[in-house]
């Protein structure tokens, strides 16, 4: 029996996950430097596992309502009214990844067009492909900050929502505030959705990064996640904050797709709202500074402001960033081809969200390969 007959186009169009190959190549090797891993490197505040234990032992393990714990949403509200004066509608998720499926699949009719700016996160094209949309991609080279004139010129009479992701997974770039409102404006005139990607923003090390939801937020849907700012990825915990009636779509889908977040780890999370984590993100600072340090004489990039990557243009004597990424392979480093994020073939991302010591050692050794050549 033939069973690859019984499987749907819509995901034999789909290739697998850049990152994820990497991740499974990492299996194979004898301790490598794995700059390929997108989470983070430190542990769950003790405090916030104690919340998720308590919770867990006190039987809090049962289904909660769709939306999320009532006080795990009170405590977002005032939280998100405080920074943009809005009280949008607020959905708890499976992670952000969970809020992207939900809004795409609540937006999305087939033949609807997603703008998404390119590079972008490896997800984006997909889930608009598994919604029936059609993702147009809009070049953001050589600076990588939101190609304002591009993205008009791209909106047709199909257009349905605007994709931004601030800060950038893979460049590590803050979007300036005045191309947020110029976004803004855009989506104002030609009447259309933006989907604001944040699951960086605790992370943004130069100056807060500006949201959508600053200049238009009866037409933004944020979500934010508790993973990479909290070190709890696996956890899958997230929110979206938005207009009522996309949220309540999105609210109807997860009902029958995730059900809801999981119960022990919302209690976690309002634990966590209340934690300080200003030492981690001075550390991801440092660490940002060491790795743009090490790796400026060797490669081109432009300075991360936000997240933990840093996304380097190829040496010029390779055929691309995956030849580039396989030669590192070679020589026991893990990184991630720019063709994961992007229809070009000419950078790679690593993760500096890793010890000092496997920092240094992992760009020295990158920078004698490219110089090497």
Known sequence: ????????????????????????????????IDFSMGQPDFP????????????????????????????LREAIQPRIQREFDWQPDILV?????????????????????????????VSYPRLVTLAGGRTVAVDSAPSYQLPIDRIGQAITNRTKLILV???????????????IEALCTLA?????????????NMLSFDAPAASPACFAPQRTVVLRGFGKSY???????????????VIREMAKLQQYTFVCAPHPLQHACIEALDTDMTDVVTRYRAKRDLAVALLRDAFDFPTPAGGFFVY????????GGGAFVEAAIGRNVLTVPGSAFSARDTHFRISYAVSEDRLRCGCAILGELALSQ
Request: proline share 7%.
């Open 93 to 121: 998720t499976c992670g952000v990844s969970g809020g992207l499926m939900l809004v795409m699949m609540s937006c999305l009719d087939p033949g609807d067009e997603a703008i998404i700016v390119d590079p972008y996160f």
């Open 188 to 200: 104002d005139e030609h009447d259309l959705l933006i989907v604001s990607d944040e699951i960086y």
């Open 44 to 71: 769950v505040p003790e405090n916030i596992k104690r919340s998720a234990a308590d919770a867990i032992r006190a039987d809090r393990n049962g289904y909660t309502v769709t939306h999320g714990l009532s006080d």
């Open 312 to 319: 380097c243009r190829a040496p010029e004597s390779f055929t």
């Open 231 to 245: 070190g709890m990825t696996g956890w899958r915990m997230g929110f979206a904050a938005g207009p009522a009636p």
């Open 1 to 32: 029996m033939d069973a690859e007959r019984f499987l749907a186009r819509r995901t034999a169009a789909m290739s697998a996950s850049g990152i994820r190959r990497i991740f499974d190549l990492a299996a194979t090797l004898r301790d490598p």
């Open 165 to 179: 992701n601030s800060p950038n997974n893979p460049t590590g770039v803050v979007q300036p505030t005045d191309r």
